[in-house]
């Protein structure tokens, strides 16, 4: 395991039916397994994600006078808020693209996640879709932590 599945936690498998571009995988955020349904990966394309997410840089206090008296869940939910209303919002592409992180594709796309800052402390949140319920996961992470984990993972699915 590579991180922990109680936070951020990674598994890579073996090659699949003989192709070297793709690998069996398991991704963990929050202790639920992502890749539930779809747990095998392009491992190119994954593993360049991953980097990226690892190396993006953000500003995650750039919409904080948004999230004021809120906490992470509810942070998560105004996020989502903004893409899913009927009325315009100024600064909802630009929010959703800061916070997104693991959106890679068909491996995690039952999950929306986002990285949210909440009483000066770096969170995780997960909102699972699965059969006709959402429901958001949180865990607080430190960013080190967090990218270590996530370039680990793409340097392990590129071995072979």
């Known amino acids: 395991m590579i991180g922990d599945k109680l936070k951020v936690g990674f598994n890579v498998g073996e090659i699949v039916d003989d192709c070297i571009e793709l690998k069996k995988i398991e991704i963990w955020i929050a202790g639920q397994l992502v890749t539930f349904r779809d747990n095998i990966a392009h491992i190119s394309s994954l593993a360049h994600s991953a980097q990226n997410d690892a190396e993006r840089t953000r500003n995650l206090q750039r ?9 992470e869940t509810e942070i ?11 009325i315009e919002f100024q600064d909802s592409d630009e929010m959703f693209y800061e916070h997104q992180i693991f959106d890679w594709g068909p491996n995690t796309d039952d999950v929306i996640c986002f990285l949210v800052e909440f009483n000066g402390q770096l969170y995780i949140t997960a909102e699972f879709f699965r059969e006709n319920e959402s429901v958001i996961y949180t865990v607080k992470i430190d960013e080190n932590t967090l990218n270590s984990a996530l370039l680990s993972f793409s340097q392990a699915l590129c071995q072979s």
């Open 63 to 71: 919409f904080n006078h948004y999230f004021i008296e809120k906490n």
């Open 76 to 86: 998560h939910q105004f996020i989502m808020g903004t893409r899913l209303s009927d």
